[in-house]
């Protein structure tokens, strides 16, 4: 089992910048990805970052270069750090755990769109 909660969700004008925390615990194992998720109002969940256990990551084209996810090891905590902000950013954001026992590498791009545990979610609203 693994558990994720959430926290740095807001409010914050277009342009601006936000980070996101998801305080990881219970048994991940060593191979694992991990990824963003986000929801925005009318919309399915989507995934938009993901970080392999070994580091290596993936983004989609609507955060590319604004967005960056990282991992803290030490502090078993999920990061995204979120600049220039936009209205369409706006959104419930998701921590996802995803791990397949049995495989030795997971790459981050699998966490765009597979996830066996979630967070709880913490609401981003950007505003103009």
């Known amino acids: 089992q693994v558990q994720l909660v959430e926290s740095g969700g807001g409010s914050v004008q277009a342009g601006g910048s936000l980070r996101l925390s998801c305080k990881v615990s219970g048994n991940t194992g060593s191979y694992y990805c991990m990824g963003w998720f986000r929801q925005a109002p009318g919309k399915e969940r989507a995934g938009i970052a993901g970080?392999?256990?070994?580091?290596?990551?993936t983004y989609t084209d609507s955060v590319k270069g604004r967005f960056t996810i990282s991992k803290d090891n030490a502090n078993n905590t999920l990061y995204l750090q979120m600049n220039s902000l936009k209205p369409e950013d706006t959104g419930t954001y998701y921590c996802?755990?995803?791990?397949?026992?049995?495989?030795?590498?997971?790459?981050?791009?699998?966490?765009?769109?597979?996830?066996?545990?979630w967070g709880q979610g913490t609401q981003v609203t950007v505003s103009t």
């Open positions: 996802a755990f995803f791990s397949a026992p049995g495989t030795a590498a997971i790459t981050a791009r699998v966490c765009l769109s597979n996830a066996k545990y």
């Open positions: 970080i392999s256990s070994y580091g290596g990551t």
